[in-house]
């Protein structure tokens, strides 16, 4: 397990390399000036062996899903102050999204990564409050955020990204309830998952098992992606990766109608807590 967390916290870097190429398009979907830093030099490796082994379908997943939830955020808090980015990594939003006022930005990642991240962007300032709070997931972490001053009493905002497929299944279930537990009503969770029929695809065994060999294996997918929040009582509306992708000119197949089951995808899940 310990491994795993290290090579999950090494993918920051690689996520950081794939937006920081993203920013130097002619028609970015986003700009993340901070992230060609944040990569550094072996984000940049990860990246060029990526793109070698599989090309650009190593990256787009990632730039879509940079763009969608970048908009996600702005939108839920527009009613929410708090934002609390889970095995936040190397993302940059506090310091590139132009928030609502009075936003708080909450960061839950290893201590090593959040001391790291801290010291590439020592000269840099946020565009909002940012509490950086250095936790492992697999302990008990929400003391930890109230004490750094979250409020569970407040609508809050969460986002679960590039997360949950290197959980097992009662380690997401085992998050979920926490998430839920520290939300009060009208609160936004934002998580994405990957379907179990694109687990199960041909096509994604090579990135699995580059994945395992790295020691981040890829353990939990579903195809029912909004049941993980409904059976807190959120109400959850999942987005077939491919829609967004599409719209923006940037994916590699057409989108299929969601009632077409067995369909490889990826999901974005956008839940409100009543």
């Given at each position: 397990m310990h491994r795993t967390r290290e090579a999950v916290a090494g993918t920051a870097l690689l996520v950081a390399a794939i937006r920081a190429r993203e920013t130097r398009r002619e028609e970015p979907l986003f700009i993340d000036?901070?992230?060609?830093?944040?990569?550094?030099a072996a984000g940049h490796e990860?990246?060029?062996?990526?793109?070698?082994?599989?090309?650009?379908?190593?990256?787009?997943?990632?730039?879509?899903?940079?763009?969608?939830?970048?908009?996600?955020?702005?939108?839920?808090?527009?009613?929410?102050?708090?934002?609390?980015?889970?095995?936040?990594?190397?993302?940059a939003r506090a310091y590139r999204l132009d928030w609502p006022d009075a936003v708080t930005v909450y960061e839950?990642?290893?201590?090593?990564?959040?001391?790291?991240?801290?010291?590439?962007?020592?000269?840099?300032?946020?565009?909002?409050?940012?509490?950086?709070?250095?936790?492992?997931l697999a302990d008990d972490?929400?003391?930890?955020?109230?004490?750094?001053?979250?409020?569970?009493?407040?609508?809050?905002?969460?986002?679960?990204?590039?997360?949950?497929?290197?959980?097992?299944?009662?380690?997401?279930r085992a998050l979920f309830a926490r998430v839920d537990a520290l939300s009060a009503p009208g609160s936004v969770l934002l998580y994405e998952v990957v379907g179990t029929a694109l687990l199960e695809s041909p096509f994604m065994v090579p990135v699995l098992e580059s994945m395992a060999a790295q020691g981040s294996p890829w353990l939990f997918g579903s195809d029912t992606p909004g049941e993980l929040a409904e059976r807190h009582d959120w109400s959850?509306?999942?987005?077939?990766?491919?829609?967004?992708?599409?719209?923006?000119?940037?994916?590699?197949?057409?989108?299929?109608?969601?009632?077409?089951?067995?369909?490889?995808?990826?999901?974005?899940?956008?839940?409100?807590?009543p």
């Open positions: 000036p901070f992230a060609d830093k944040l990569a550094g990860s990246l060029q062996a990526a793109l070698e082994a599989s090309g650009e379908q190593s990256t787009v997943q990632i730039v879509v899903r940079t763009r969608f939830w970048d908009e996600a955020l702005l939108r839920a808090t527009r009613t929410a102050r708090q934002v609390v980015i889970i095995a936040a990594g190397m993302d839950l990642d290893q201590p090593a990564v959040i001391e790291a991240k801290g010291r590439l962007l020592s000269g840099d300032s946020p565009r909002t409050s940012r509490v950086a709070v250095g936790v492992d972490w929400p003391p930890a955020l109230t004490s750094a001053g979250f409020d569970p009493g407040a609508p809050s905002v969460w986002l679960m990204e590039g997360l949950l497929q290197y959980l097992d299944e009662a380690e997401v959850a509306v999942v987005t077939d990766i491919a829609v967004p992708g599409n719209a923006w000119g940037r994916w590699f197949a057409p989108a299929v109608p969601m009632d077409v089951a067995g369909v490889p995808r990826g999901y974005f899940i956008e839940a409100v807590k």
